[in-house]
């Protein structure tokens, strides 16, 4: 990366940049010449601020939000200007006015206790720093993701200077210049929030995992163990896409890197193998999109619910494993549908690796995955496990990179093993930080002085500047949302829009869930997942509370379909990544997307009416069937009317369906979703019917196979 960087100071000036914003992320590389050394070592040190608050967290709380929204406005505006500006002055400028962002993070900390002592009483000097804040945190989110965000984010504020002339229940008490600025620049309810928080603590952490991860060779062991076990099977390279993007999905958490690494594989797969462009596409975004609700990782979402709700970082993993798997096992059936509608084959044994022997030659890429997994359901915090999955991580990379000269295969266990037992003696009394960075500071120096040592170091140093880098978008949009936070907080307006879906509750359940579902839908159309949830679940997830929605059910059903508006037309980013690699129309895309998706539009409600889905009580079935016994019933129930939905949306089974049959097929699904006396009765027994009939109705050649 820096000897890119520093190899463009001959190339043109301007910079080809390929979307009119930076929301799915920022070009290749840093910028030409030294502005993009410059962006690079600014990456590193923001990283390298980011591991050390992982791991020691020496630093108050507020300081450490504080640096990292100033680092983020930094690069926010720095990298802009690198690969924007059409002249050296240009480029200066935005780093100029970075600067004086990241100063006005550092303020927090060189008046940390000041700013402590005269809390509610703000000096000149607090109100223009806060003041400038404000403005370059809009701004900055303006030329990353548009104007979406930013305006309604505004609104807010005009609500709260001015909502006192409106008329009741509207209207609040009114609040001054110095008290809004206080609010939102210097506590933990505007900027500095929970979502910042969040952001400067797990997200980046888990942003570097990810990153470590895929330089290890994690992306290419997904590949080859997805194409050695459906390669071959009917329609096999969608199957591929699901399934390897769902795997990424355990390690990235993010739908938009999904789709722009694992489908530049998987996406001209499909099509070569006979899938149309839009259906190709919109089965890797599909898939892609389900990365932020798959365990172990997820989303940065998932970790900002967790510090909303108070709960452990397991709890929200726990309740998302059976929907996720769902989400992933729709999207598998309707690529499995789609093959066997248009006749489509799978891949040659001659083109397909064998997944065992892929997972024998690099099974232990798997080792900070699962001890990851393992540690976050023991009850450690995502913080510590974070930090023990990345050096893990590392250590794996460093210590692959001193072996690779290794004469003979005794050499290579020696190594691993004295590895081991080194660190089992300095973890005697438990394992620690200290110790764990010891072996990983030890590790760098040796690779250091190996035969193409070097060349994993600098893979390292690459992964922090560009993790810093893919953290920059999802840190300015926690701190933009301070606002809306900040908003409500001080003026109490989210009581009102809880009191009206409380009010739509008391009359049908369905509607407010309804209403909570075209909210998430319409904000994730102009505005990212992270926002998106953090709105809807701040307006509408206490009232689905109040009305005897589980608490987490109600902040996962505002989360699902934030998702899912990225795959909703006009805007869906996922089909928008998706588009160059397809060649194809991203509207068509989306339109594709959102019906391979239908089965993930309908498992929210499922989770609501059945919270044994996602492993919560409160489950009507539980009094008669026992706690597991609900969540078999209401996991069967998911499957089946998920099954349903794939065959109404692609018109086949064993053969093509008539539009009677998809009527049926429907009526069976909305039974098995439904809340009234004999529903389920219904739903299985026209689910059996249907299976049925197509199965008398199968042609000859499926007779014959079978």
Request: charged letters at 10%; aromatic letters at 12%; glycine letters at 12%.
């Amino acid at each position: 990366m820096l000897q890119e960087a520093e190899g463009t100071a001959t190339a043109p000036d301007k910079v080809k940049v390929e979307f009119d914003n930076f929301e799915h992320g920022f070009p290749e590389g840093f910028g030409p010449g030294w502005w993009g050394t410059l962006a690079y070592w600014i990456g590193i040190a923001f990283a390298t601020f980011q591991l050390y608050v992982a791991a020691f967290n020496y630093l108050p709380s507020q300081v450490v939000r504080g640096v990292h929204v100033g680092f983020l406005v930094l690069l926010t505006f720095g990298l802009i200007a690198n690969f924007t500006a059409k002249s050296a002055f240009g480029r200066a400028l935005g780093w100029v006015i970075g600067g004086a962002g990241f100063f006005c993070g550092l303020y927090q900390w060189i008046f940390y206790a000041d700013l402590i002592a005269r809390d509610g009483d703000p000096t000149r000097l607090d109100l223009a720093v806060g003041t400038l804040l404000a403005v370059l945190i809009f701004e900055g989110t303006r030329r990353l993701m548009g104007a979406a965000l930013p305006l309604m984010c505004g609104a807010c504020l005009v609500y709260w200077f001015f909502g006192q002339y409106l008329p009741s229940p509207l209207n609040h008490r009114g609040y001054d210049f110095d008290q809004i600025v206080t609010h939102l620049s210097f506590g933990t309810e505007g900027f500095y929030g929970v979502p910042i928080y969040v952001s400067a603590t797990y997200i980046f952490l888990f942003i570097l995992f990810g990153s470590f991860l895929e330089r290890a060779g994690m992306i290419q062991l997904f590949t080859d163990v997805s194409l050695g076990l459906f390669g071959r099977t009917r329609g096999g390279p969608a199957k591929v896409a699901v399934f390897a993007s769902g795997m990424m999905g355990t390690i990235s958490g993010s739908g938009v890197a999904n789709v722009v690494t694992v489908g530049q594989f998987t996406i001209p797969l499909m099509i070569r193998f006979g899938y149309r462009r839009a259906f190709a596409a919109g089965v890797e975004a599909t898939a892609s999109m389900g990365g932020q609700i798959m365990p172990p990782v997820m989303g940065a979402v998932a970790f900002i619910m967790a510090e909303t709700l108070g709960v452990q970082y397991s709890e929200i993993v726990r309740a998302a494993a059976i929907p996720a798997i769902l989400y992933f096992a729709s999207a598998f059936w309707m690529v499995h549908l789609e093959a066997g509608k248009h006749g489509l084959v799978g891949m040659k044994r001659s083109e397909i690796p064998s997944a065992w022997k892929a997972l024998v030659t690099r099974w232990y890429l798997v080792l900070p995955l699962a001890a990851l997994v393992y540690m976050l359901f023991e009850g450690f915090t995502p913080l510590y496990a974070g930090s023990m999955g990345l050096a893990l991580t590392v250590t794996l990379i460093l210590g692959a990179a001193i072996t690779a000269g290794a004469s003979s295969m005794v050499i290579r266990y020696i190594f691993w093993i004295g590895l081991a037992l080194v660190v089992a003696a300095l973890s005697r009394d438990g394992l620690q930080i200290v110790p764990v960075a010891s072996v990983v500071v030890g590790l760098i120096v040796i690779t250091a002085f190996v035969r193409g040592g070097f060349k994993a170091l600098v893979e390292c140093r690459d992964a922090l500047a560009e993790s810093a880098k893919s953290a920059i978008t999802v840190g300015m949009a926690c701190a933009i949302v301070g606002v809306i936070i900040g908003m409500m907080s001080q003026t109490g307006v989210g009581t009102i829009f809880g009191g009206w879906v409380i009010g739509l509750g008391e009359k049908s359940l369905f509607l407010a869930l309804i209403m909570t579902m075209l909210l998430s839908i319409l904000l994730g159309t102009g505005i990212p997942t992270i926002p998106t949830y953090i709105i809807t679940a701040a307006l509408a997830a206490p009232a689905l509370a109040k009305l005897g929605v589980p608490l987490i059910a109600s902040h996962m059903f505002a989360f699902y379909y934030g998702i899912m508006a990225d795959l909703s037309p006009p805007v869906a980013l996922a089909a928008l990544a998706a588009a160059p690699i397809a060649k194809e129309n991203p509207d068509k895309i989306g339109w594709e997307a959102m019906r391979i998706a239908l089965a993930g539009y309908v498992i929210p409600f499922i989770f609501v009416y059945s919270p044994a889905l996602m492993l919560q009580a409160g489950d009507p079935m539980a009094a008669k069937l026992g706690f597991y016994g609900a969540v078999a019933l209401a996991t069967l129930k998911a499957l089946v009317a998920i099954a349903l939905f794939g065959m109404v949306a692609i018109g086949f089974l064993f053969t093509r369906m008539t539009l009677l049959e998809r009527v049926v097929s429907l009526g069976a699904a909305l039974c098995l979703l439904g809340d009234f006396p004999f529903s389920d009765t219904v739903g299985f027994t026209l689910s059996a019917a249907i299976l049925l009939w197509q199965w008398r109705q199968r042609p000859p050649a499926i007779v014959e196979a079978a």
